[in-house]
């Protein structure tokens, strides 16, 4: 058995509270030893995870690993939001009763650390001197030594952190044990994985996975599903799955923030850092903030809206990252980045790594190459073209790596926020960009947010996949309450963000794109900064004001005058199709605040006069 408070001792940690808290645990899970991390041990840390062959090297100061075959993504149906409340039960929370879920939880975790270490890992997903630091502190205990790594990557971590607490016992419990992987019954009806919020109580309990969302607590678990609900509660902030980038205007010295949330596959991280398109980069500069989450409150004393990026690093998908879609990533995984590769192709005899997407065909000599469950590419077996990497593989980095991250990522201040964008991938019907003026038009637009279902559901009638705000995984109360939180918080700010919903995804019939995407993605945006300045004035529709084709600047760009005009236009019958969708899918949530359904009429009977 662990000596808990020698341990506790050793390592300088005081807070009682979080003593009492890693001492219950330790006994309950039976841990054989306690270690307290911080990020200085990372070094350390790294060495002992190659030596025990946890990680394998893959170039200088650069990592790779791989996760059970069954354990590659976030399992939604497994993830539950538990409170003692049952009117917080929504329809996407999975809402269990906490008395109900702790009991279970405890018991699948007794014991279950037996023979290993437990970490304890102190962290603060804020930067420090945030006037939501009270909501950002949390101590992770974790039985693996690579989620303890992806931590100090992913957020601030150290013992300063939870010892100078301004209430000692204000601080998230995230307890996550591994579990016997290859014996828990992925898929069964036995099931025995929980990746449970106990939202009330601020505890976070996961156990039967070590992957990503699943396991680095800091990330989703608090940073998302916690602070979501902690934002609703305490009435002071919303907590997002948001991109948060900045535009700097170099031509007149201006600074725009721009944050937004786009459902998975809908180019997020990519837009988070991109650059400038070369026509335009001698005026405009763009900085990166952060790609996953975005945390926004109204400051008491401007009475103006801020965001910050509540993590410290990017835990980017790997698939398709390259020079043309997303070259900051590339840069900011560079040897000595410390980067960790997950699930990707590696080649243990030269360390190289590789995924679909880096470059256009994979390495023409196979030999040492092994997919990501390990197997050797020339053993496969005639015909065998399946993926080398995970289609979830993922590369975890800082984000002082990012060549262009914010000089100000890291100010407690946050940044003021000009516009709020979502983006759902879709082959029709949603223009470039649409801008919308009104907050409950906004919140609305966000409520019915979605993408493409899957391929097979493509274009069939060309119905949406719902994912409001992009926040359905993490919705951890109901999405009424949500969307009257959105009002009442946003409609406290003294100068209104703009919203927009912005497409890069429309194609022609013969499916090309109509957009050149990436880079010229910054276009629209400027547009829309423009719109805000009172620069431009575009064309008022049913569903907002679009960018006539004179306003958005062009420079450089290749596109037909037909397919401008596409992406240009408002489809008045796909878009009266959609409504009627709408009006199922909002109906599935109570208590929708009726400024949102009156946002609703107001756009159905504004395309039908239009039509
Ligand atoms: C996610 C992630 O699962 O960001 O959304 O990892
Ligand atoms: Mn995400």
Redesign the pocket.
């Known amino acids: 058995m662990a000596d808990v408070e020698a341990a506790l001792d050793q390592a300088g940690l005081t807070n009682p509270h979080v003593r009492e808290y890693v001492r219950y645990w330790a006994d309950l899970t039976g841990a054989e030893r306690i270690e307290v991390v911080s990020a200085s041990d990372d070094a350390r840390l790294a060495e002992e995870a190659l030596a025990a062959g946890e990680l394998l090297p893959a170039g200088e100061g650069l990592y790779y690993s791989r996760s059970y075959h069954k354990d590659t993504a976030r399992s939604e149906e497994r993830t539950i939001v538990a409170t003692s409340n049952p009117e917080d039960a929504g329809s996407y929370n999975n809402w269990r009763p906490s008395s109900e879920m702790k009991p279970l939880l405890e018991s699948k975790m007794r014991g279950a650390s037996a023979g290993k270490t437990m970490y304890v890992v102190p962290y603060l997903m804020a930067p420090p001197g945030s006037p939501l630091e009270a909501f950002a502190a949390g101590v992770e205990l974790t039985d693996s030594r690579t989620v303890v790594m992806h931590m100090i990557r992913m957020a601030r971590v150290g013992i300063d952190y939870i010892n100078e607490l301004a209430d000692p016992n204000s601080f998230v419990r995230a307890v996550h044990v591994t579990g016997d992987l290859e014996n828990l019954g992925h898929g069964t009806a036995d099931d025995a994985r929980y990746f449970v919020t106990v939202a009330d109580e601020r505890t976070i309990l996961h156990f039967g996975s070590s992957y990503g969302?699943n396991a680095l607590l800091g990330?989703?678990a608090h940073g998302?599903r916690q602070a979501a609900y902690d934002g609703w509660a305490s009435g002071k902030f919303l907590s997002e799955?948001f991109m948060l980038l900045g535009i700097t205007d170099k031509e007149t010295g201006k600074k725009y923030h721009i944050c937004g949330g786009f459902p998975?596959a809908s180019g997020?991280t990519n837009l988070a850092m991109t650059l400038a398109p070369d026509a335009l980069g001698d005026r405009y500069y763009v900085d990166f903030y952060g790609d996953?989450?975005a945390w926004l409150w109204v400051d008491e004393n401007d009475g103006k809206l801020y965001g910050m990026n509540p993590e410290f690093g990017v835990?980017g998908v790997a698939k398709d990252t390259n020079e043309a879609t997303n070259p900051t990533a590339l840069d900011s995984i560079l040897p000595g980045s410390g980067a960790i590769f997950t699930n990707i192709a590696y080649n243990p005899d030269t360390q190289e790594v590789w995924w679909e997407g880096k470059t256009k065909n994979p390495p023409e000599d196979v030999t040492g190459w092994e997919d990501w469950k390990g197997d050797k590419i020339s053993e496969r077996a005639e015909g065998d073209d399946s993926p080398w990497a995970h289609p979830n593989s993922r590369f975890t980095t800082t984000l002082s790596n990012v060549p262009n991250v914010a000089p100000d990522f890291n100010s407690p201040a946050g940044v003021p926020i000009d516009a709020i964008i979502f983006g759902g991938r879709t082959r029709d019907r949603e223009p470039l960009i649409r801008a919308i003026t009104d907050l409950a038009e906004g919140v609305y637009d966000g409520m019915t947010l979605g993408a493409e279902a899957t391929f097979a559901a493509e274009g069939v009638d060309g119905q949406l996949r719902y994912d409001p705000m992009?926040m359905r995984p993490f919705m951890s109360y109901p999405e009424g309450a949500y969307a009257a939180h959105w009002l009442k918080i946003i409609g406290e700010a003294t100068e209104a963000p703009l919203f927009a919903h912005v497409n890069w995804f429309q194609r022609g019939e013969d499916g090309h794109f109509l957009w050149p995407g990436y880079r010229d993605n910054l276009r629209p945006l400027l547009w829309l900064m423009q719109l805000k300045a009172g620069e431009v004035t575009g064309r008022t529709t049913p569903v907002g004001i679009i960018p006539t084709k004179e306003e958005l600047n062009l420079d450089g760009v290749e596109i037909t005058p037909e397919d401008l005009e596409t992406i240009l236009t408002i489809d008045n019958a796909r878009w009266q199709q959609e409504i009627e969708h709408r009006d199922v899918h909002l109906s599935a949530f109570h208590d929708l605040p009726e400024e949102i359904w009156e946002a609703h009429r107001r756009v159905k009977a504004d395309l039908e006069a239009d039509a």
């Open positions: 969302g990330k989703i998302l799955q998975s997020k996953d989450i835990f992009s």
